[in-house]
């Protein structure tokens, strides 16, 4: 019994000493796709708002479809459906200016991911991704247009 006591003291401390397992990650909710690339940059929504406000060449790119930007949108934005088929998007974007500075939103940040991308390969150099998109922009009470 007296050598069990030493054994299961040096057996308490070696387990008290080891690093345990780290614990497992919790899963957060998915964030908004990132689109940071050469020429492409996500912004926030403060960040947003002061390119609308400052920004006076500034192109405001819409890419939702033509009824979601009748029922409302950022004053001054050209719309230019991504739903459309690839190669007239592509055409549709031939007439916007490649190195002005372009803000360019969707509903929610999804869509207008995947133009960021079609964007960089076409050579746009300063498009600020509205990750949280028109939603997020009528939500935090900025300037929407409804005609």
């Known amino acids: 019994m007296k050598t069990a006591?030493?054994?299961?003291?040096?057996?308490i401390w070696v387990s008290a000493c080891t690093p345990s397992a780290p614990a497992p990650e919790e899963k957060s909710p998915a964030a908004p796709p990132t689109t940071e690339a050469p020429g492409i940059r996500d912004v926030d929504l403060a960040e947003a708002k002061r390119l609308v406000d400052?920004?006076?060449d500034l192109v405001i790119l819409d890419v939702r479809t033509a009824?979601?930007?009748a029922?409302?949108?950022l004053e001054g934005a050209t719309n230019v459906d991504y739903l459309v088929a690839e190669?007239?998007?592509r055409k549709n974007l031939e007439?916007?200016?490649?190195?002005?500075?372009?803000?360019?939103?969707?509903?929610?940040?999804?869509r207008s991911a995947h133009v960021a991308e079609i964007m960089q390969e076409m050579g746009f150099e300063d498009v600020a991704h509205l990750n949280a998109g028109?939603?997020?922009?009528?939500?935090a009470g900025h300037p929407v247009k409804i005609p």
């Open 95 to 110: 007439g916007i200016n490649r190195t002005a500075p372009i803000l360019m939103h969707c509903q929610s940040g999804g």
């Open 67 to 69: 009824e979601e930007f």
């Open 134 to 139: 028109f939603a997020g922009w009528k939500d």
């Open 87 to 89: 190669e007239d998007f």
């Open 71 to 73: 029922d409302g949108h």
């Open 5 to 11: 006591i030493p054994s299961l003291l040096a057996l």
């Open 54 to 56: 400052e920004e006076s």
